[in-house]
């Protein structure tokens, strides 16, 4: 198992993304709009952390993994037929791969599956 990327989504980005930076010796880079305007920062294993605001007036502040996986379709599948809430389907994010949310035990998840190629 490995986590691909780390969402944090914060009312002050600014200021969690400058704690990281201080504590870690990392950069964040200029937000991208395809991961909701995060600001990310890749970590030497390869790993993302991202950091954003919310994007609707009734998003709070969460910590979400997306955990790498290489069928996400299956692994949705497959969580599904355990009766665990779907909260977001596979959905492609164009040169990023696919990304799923579920809900379980009141804590978000997410998968990722790397773009082949």
């Not at 200029?30 to 909701?36: F, H, K, R, V």
């Not at 997306?66 to 379709?73: G, Q």
């Not at 599904?80 to 696919?98: D, S």
């Not at 990304?99 to 790397?114: D, K, P, R, V």
Request: glycine fraction near 10%.
């Amino acid at each position: 198992m490995k986590v691909h990327y780390l969402e944090i989504v914060s009312f002050d980005v600014d200021a969690v993304c400058k704690a990281y930076e201080l504590a870690h010796s990392v950069h964040f880079n200029e937000p991208d709009e395809l991961l909701g305007g995060a600001k990310t920062c890749t970590l030497p294993d390869g790993s993302i952390v991202g950091v954003r605001g919310p994007l609707r007036d009734d998003e709070e502040p969460i910590v979400r993994p997306y955990w790498l996986v290489d069928n996400i379709d299956h692994a949705v599948a497959m969580l599904e037929a355990e009766g665990v809430q779907i909260a977001l389907p596979p959905m492609e994010l164009p040169g990023k791969g696919k990304f799923a949310i579920y809900i379980l035990g009141s804590n978000h998840h997410g998968l990722w599956q790397l773009s082949k190629g």
